[in-house]
């Protein structure tokens, strides 16, 4: 069965110290892999899509990695506004239906 | 930046009722999308929409209807509201099935 599991699930930070998210994902065929950024009482915003192993993606502070079981979300000297959920989304197979991890939740302390 | 409104943002409501919450979006896209999502859990697709007259359901099973007539609207049906469909509801949309999903930020339905 296609899974996709994120981890940790509760991330503290302090300000400045940098860190990764992991996405493991099982699934057969991958289409491609999504990464989502949720504010409280928000929607996903979109952040990342990685469709083949080896591929990176950067946007300000974060980096995105792609292998062929997993995903890291790479957060360099990250600040209090990158506080957030970070969710992952596998879609793959013939089903365009995305396939998403409960997500990580990143606190930045000051 | 995605232009994508759900409106309510927050519902309360007895049992029994029947509930419509709305999805519009601006983009013209034409795919739109409906997923179910509780605190600290996964996003359940629950109902997809290919363009206009167009509707497929998730795999999440749903007692919700939804209709798209137009390539804009989206609205998800509740006929009769029970407790357990007490949830956040996301609506989304994509120029296509493998691209980027653009969402609202949600109605929070609570049925007493």
């Known amino acids: 069965e296609d899974q996709v599991t994120q981890s940790p699930e509760a991330l503290r930070l302090q300000e400045g110290e940098s860190s990764s998210l992991n996405c493991s994902y099982t699934v057969s065929g991958l289409r491609g892999l999504f990464w989502y950024r949720q504010d409280p009482g928000k929607g996903p915003e979109f952040l990342f899509t990685?469709?083949?192993?080896?591929e990176e993606k950067e946007k300000e502070r974060l980096k995105a990695t792609l292998t062929k079981k997993e995903s890291f979300l790479h957060i360099t000297a990250p600040k209090p506004e990158d506080s957030a959920t970070y969710l992952c989304a596998v879609q793959a197979g013939s089903n365009y239906q995305l396939i998403w991890g409960a997500g990580t939740k990143l606190i930045i302390k000051p | 930046e995605a232009d994508i409104y759900q409106t309510p943002r927050y519902l309360v409501i007895g049992t029994g009722k029947k509930i419509t919450l709305e999805c519009s979006q601006t983009m013209g896209h034409d795919k739109m999308y409906w997923y179910q999502q509780d605190p600290g859990m996964e996003l359940h697709l629950i109902h997809y929409s290919y363009g206009v007259n167009s509707t497929e359901k998730g795999d999440l099973s749903s007692e919700s209807t939804v209709s798209r007539i137009r390539t804009e609207h989206f609205p998800l049906t509740l006929e009769s509201a029970r407790p357990s469909h007490t949830s956040q509801y996301l609506c989304?949309?994509?120029?296509?099935?493998?691209?980027?999903?653009?969402f609202g930020d949600g109605t929070r339905l609570s049925i007493l």
């Open positions: 989304a949309s994509s120029t296509g099935f493998n691209q980027p999903q653009h």
């Open positions: 990685l469709y083949s192993a080896g």
